[in-house]
């Protein structure tokens, strides 16, 4: 993988070079979506990269604050990737935390005992029917 500083790399291209996403067509439908942001506003697809630049990716339930650190369009292997950049001390936290929140919420839902017998199936129908009405 070559760290190409003075060269320009876009933002999709640098997305899928630093493994962040798995194709480039889905680094692009991120960025259209708005799951990205370049220096706290919605870029386009084609935006260039620059070193130093902070973005905010949001991938399923973590959003990840990240600084770039280096320029690459080539996709190589992970080890190489991270160096190109660096998630900050209050996003590691703040994905931590949420992780946490989403786990303990998790545990909290637990499944019934037992089985509904018939009439409390009935009861259920009879309630659902309502809800519905």
């Known amino acids: ?3 190409t500083p003075a060269s320009t790399v876009r933002l999709d291209k640098w997305l899928w070079a630093a493994r962040f996403y798995k194709t480039r067509s889905l680094a692009k439908t ?3 979506k708005g799951q990205v942001l370049y220096q ?3 870029p386009k697809v084609s935006r260039e990269v620059e070193v130093g630049v902070h973005l905010v990716i949001t991938q399923g339930w973590d959003q990840k604050e990240v600084e770039v650190l280096g320029l690459s369009s080539q996709r190589g ?3 190489v990737a991270q160096q190109l950049y660096q998630e900050t ?3 590691q936290t703040k994905r931590a935390a949420v992780a946490e929140q989403r786990r303990l919420q998790a545990t909290g839902l637990s499944a019934p005992e037992q089985r509904p017998d018939k009439k409390s199936r009935r009861q259920i129908h ?4 309502q809800e519905t009405s």
Do not use: C, T, V, Y
């Open 126 to 129: 009879r309630f659902k029917r």
């Open 40 to 42: 706290g506003q919605r």
């Open 30 to 32: 991120a960025i259209e």
């Open 77 to 79: 292997p992970a080890s």
């Open 1 to 3: 993988m070559s760290s």
């Open 89 to 91: 001390a209050a996003s």
